[in-house]
Each structure stands twice: as structure tokens, then as C-alpha cells.
């Protein structure tokens, strides 16, 4: 089956200090990873995606996510976090050849002023 | 942002009505998708369209139906709403290619009483 996982459900840091929001996988194949950042009362931007190549890719709003394919992970990051980043993050994943897009069931982080 | 109206944006509904809700892009993208949202669930796949007439089934598809007549809309249909399909519904859309992201609509909030 095909799964992605977030371990945490609420992620807390203070502005300025670097941000972590984990994601890991367990998708057959080589898939593609996908984040998603949610606002309240919005549907969800995508910020960036890992193909190939690149461990490090680089998004929108100064986000970046780092791939492992040794753990299954796909960890979603930024040096300095801002008040405004505060939201909703959806980690997903797409089989190659597939339709379908797995999602996670979401962090909630929140940048403490 | 991409082109993508859902409508209605909100709704209040009686146990065994039929409801149709409706998803428009103006981006002529080739697959549109159908996902509820619910606390704890993150997001699940109701139904998927890969084309016009083209549509298959995701893991909660059960209770719903789905039509694409045209490249450009994709209706979700609850034949007879229960309220267990109280919920907030998203409509997403991407482009041929699996290592294409989804865009999404800002979602309709439906209740089922």
C-alpha cells in the first residue's frame, strides 16, 4: 500500500530560528515528491517538488526540502522562519506511471513572534 | 494563481437531498481530481478524471458519483448526502505528466444535517 506519513501533527518555532517539517514515505518505485502549504480557509499552494537529481530543491517563499531515499524522506525546510509562514503543510506523493497523489495528513506549525 | 472555481462555496443540506457540486478550470488541464478534507485525514482521493468521459475511482469514492462532459468542469454528485459526508471538499487540477503538481480550488464547505 501507499502511504506517506507525518509525524507530527503541530510544529512550533520562534521567528528567525530554522524550521523543520517532516515527511517520510513508503510509495514502490521511484516517486515523485510534492509540499503543499494550506491558509485557512484556502485550497493548497504547491510549493515545490523533487523529481530527479538534486537532493536539495529549492520552492516558493524561501522554503527548500531535502530528499533521502536511504530513509524514505522528504523533510521540508527553511533557514529563518517568518510569523506569516504559519500554516497548514501537506507532504505528497505520485507513483511514476500512476494518477493518483498520496497525501499526508498534514503539520500544523505555528512561528511563535 | 491557476484558473479553478468551485461552486457552491458553501452549503447547508438535508440528510437524503441530492447535492452536485461543481468544479471549473480555465486552464484546459487534462486531469482533475475530487478530495475531501477532515481533521485527522488530511486529504483522500473521492474521484479522479483523466479526460473528458475518462474517470476512475479513489479511496472513498463510495456515496459519490462523478461526470466530465466537458474538458473544463468536473461535477461531484452525492446521490442521496448523509452526515458522514459533512466535510470540506476540494476540487484539484494538473497537467499531463506525472511529474506535474496539482493546483487547487479553494474548496466548498458542505453540511449535512
Known amino acids: 500500500a501507499q502511504s506517506v506519513a507525518q509525524p507530527e501533527d503541530q510544529v512550533n518555532v520562534a521567528e528567525g530560528n530554522p524550521l523543520t517539517v517532516k515527511c517520510t514515505y513508503s510509495v514502490s518505485g521511484n516517486p515523485y515528491l510534492f509540499w503543499y502549504v494550506q491558509y485557512p480557509n484556502r485550497g493548497l499552494q504547491f510549493l515545490l517538488k523533487y523529481i530527479t537529481g538534486d537532493n536539495l530543491v529549492k520552492g516558493s517563499y524561501g522554503f527548500e526540502a531535502e530528499f533521502n531515499k536511504s530513509q524514505t524522506s522528504f523533510h521540508l525546510k527553511k533557514p529563518s522562519a517568518l510569523v506569516s509562514d504559519s500554516a497548514l503543510y501537506f507532504c505528497a506523493v505520485r507513483r511514476p506511471r500512476g494518477n493518483q497523489f498520496y497525501f499526508g495528513t498534514g503539520t500544523s506549525l505555528t512561528v511563535i513572534p | 494563481d491557476a484558473g479553478i472555481t468551485q461552486s457552491p462555496r458553501h452549503k447547508v443540506t438535508e440528510t437524503g437531498t441530492p447535492v452536485t457540486l461543481r468544479c471549473h478550470q480555465t486552464e484546459n488541464h487534462r486531469y482533475m481530481y475530487w478530495y475531501r478534507q477532515d481533521p485527522g485525514h488530511g486529504l483522500r482521493l473521492i474521484h479522479y478524471?483523466?479526460?473528458?468521459?475518462?474517470?476512475d475511482k479513489g479511496e472513498v469514492s463510495d456515496g459519490y458519483s462523478v461526470s466530465r462532459s466537458k474538458t473544463e468542469d468536473f461535477l461531484l454528485t452525492l446521490e442521496s448526502a448523509t452526515s458522514s459526508q459533512t466535510s470540506v471538499y476540494f476540487c484539484a487540477i494538473s497537467e499531463a505528466g506525472e511529474n506535474q503538481p496539482q493546483h487547487f480550488g479553494d474548496g466548498t464547505r458542505l453540511s449535512i444535517l
Open positions: 478524471s483523466y479526460g473528458v468521459k475518462d474517470t
